[in-house]
Nanobody, 122 residues
């Protein structure tokens, strides 16, 4: 069982930056593939970025040149650095984890955080 706790959301103006953090705890946390998803009102939850236990990353096309996912295995923490934020990035951002990166590629992670709100004003 892996428990995920996100932090770092908030309100920012367009063009600004935020960094989200997600601390994982529990058995297998350090070996888990991890990622970020987001859900805006009235829209389905979507993949944003993921990182394997070995550090390989993948991004949604809409964020590829602006967001960076990274992990600190010593702290069991994954980060999402978000730059050049746009109003359309506004959403609840969820941290997710799975035993295998395959689960995240299929958008079916085993574990979810509670979510953190990101609001980008124009």
């Amino acid at each position: 069982q892996v428990h995920l706790v996100e932090s770092g959301g908030g309100l920012v103006q367009a063009g600004g930056s935020l960094r989200l953090s997600c601390e994982a705890s529990g058995s297998g946390a350090s070996k888990s593939a991890m990622g970020w998803y987001r859900q805006a009102p009235g829209k389905p939850r979507e993949h944003v970025a993921r990182v394997s236990s070995g550090g390989s990353t993948n991004y949604a096309d809409s964020v590829k040149t602006r967001f960076t996912i990274s992990r600190d295995n010593a702290k069991n923490t994954v980060y999402l650095q978000m730059n050049s934020l746009k109003p359309e990035d506004s959403a609840v951002y969820y941290c997710a984890a799975g035993t295998s990166i395959i689960q995240l590629r299929a958008n079916k992670p085993e574990y979810w955080g509670q979510g953190t709100q990101v609001t980008v004003s124009s």
